[in-house]
C-alpha cells in the first residue's frame, strides 16, 4: 500500500499547489517534465522485461491479452467513459466540486499505471511505478486544480479504493503463483510500460489498455506447459 499512499499525498500536495498558485507553471516546463518522466518510465520497464526467463511465454501472454482487450475494446470503452463524464460535467460555466473529483478520479485511475504499479507493489512491494506515477498525477492535480478547484483533492479517495484493492488483491497472489509465474508477469507488464513511455513521449499512440489482460494470460501460459508437454 506504501505506493498508493505516496500517490494520494502526490495529489493532495498537487491540488493545494494548484488551488493556491493557479495555472502559472508554462506548458513548455509541463511538457520538459513529463519527457523526464517518459525517459524514466522507459527505463522502469526495461528493468521488468529483461527479467524474463522465457520470452515465448510473453509472446504468447502480449499476442493472446492483446487479441482478448481488442475482442473486449477495453481502450475504447474506457475512452468512451471518460467523453461521457466529460460532456455530463462540461455543461453550464460553474465548475464544482463534483466535477473536480470525477473527472480527477478518471484520470488518475483508468490506464494501465495505474494497475500495473499496484500489482507490483502487492506482489513484490516494488512501488517505484507507483512513485513515477504520483510525480505525473502530482503534476496534473496542480492543473486540474487551477480551473477545477479543491474537489480535484477528492479523488485520492478513488485511488485509495482502486490501486489499494488492487494491491490487496495482488498481495494474495504469490501463494497461488510461483516464482516463473510472477518472473513472466512481470516482464509482460513491462513491456505494457515500455509503451506507456513511448506514449509519453508521444513517439506513437498505443492502444495499451487493450493489452493490460496479458498481464493474466503469462501465468496461464505458464501453467498449460506441463500439461502440452504431456500430450507430446
Keep these: 500500500m506504501t505506493g498508493t499512499l505516496i500517490n494520494m499525498g502526490a495529489i493532495v500536495a498537487g491540488t493545494a499547489i494548484g488551488s493556491l498558485a493557479g495555472s502559472r507553471l508554462p506548458a ?3 511538457r520538459i517534465v513529463l519527457y ?3 525517459l524514466v518510465v522507459l527505463l522502469i520497464g526495461f528493468q521488468m522485461a529483461v527479467r524474463t526467463q522465457n520470452v515465448l511465454a ?3 501472454a502480449i ?3 492483446g487479441i482478448i482487450g481488442e475482442l473486449l475494446r477495453i481502450e475504447d470503452r474506457l ?3 471518460g467523453q461521457f463524464f466529460q460532456n455530463k460535467l462540461s ?3 460553474e465548475q464544482s466540486v463534483a466535477e473536480g473529483f470525477v473527472t480527477a478520479s478518471l484520470v488518475f ?3 494501465p499505471m495505474a494497475i500495473l504499479g499496484s500489482i507490483s507493489d502487492g506482489l513484490s512491494g516494488d512501488y517505484s511505478l507507483l512513485s513515477i506515477k504520483a510525480v505525473m498525477d502530482g503534476f496534473a492535480s496542480i492543473a486540474f486544480a487551477a480551473s477545477l478547484g479543491w474537489g480535484v483533492g477528492l479523488s485520492a479517495l478513488s485511488i485509495l479504493i482502486y490501486q489499494g484493492g488492487i494491491t490487496l488483491f495482488a498481495g494474495c497472489l504469490p501463494g497461488a503463483l510461483n516464482d516463473a509465474m510472477i518472473t513472466e508477469m512481470t516482464a509482460t507488464g513491462g513491456l505494457i510500460i515500455i509503451g506507456i513511455g513511448i506514449k509519453l513521449l508521444d513517439l506513437k499512440d498505443l492502444p495499451l489498455a487493450n493489452f493490460v489482460p496479458a498481464i493474466a494470460v503469462a501465468p496461464a501460459i505458464l501453467a498449460l506447459i506441463p500439461f502440452f508437454r504431456g500430450l507430446f
Design 58 to 60: 510473453v509472446l504468447g
Design 91 to 93: 455543461k453550464g460555466s
Design 109 to 111: 485511475c483508468v490506464g
Design 63 to 65: 499476442l493472446i491479452g
Design 36 to 38: 523526464g518522466i517518459g
Design 79 to 81: 475512452e468512451q467513459l
Design 28 to 30: 513548455r516546463m509541463r
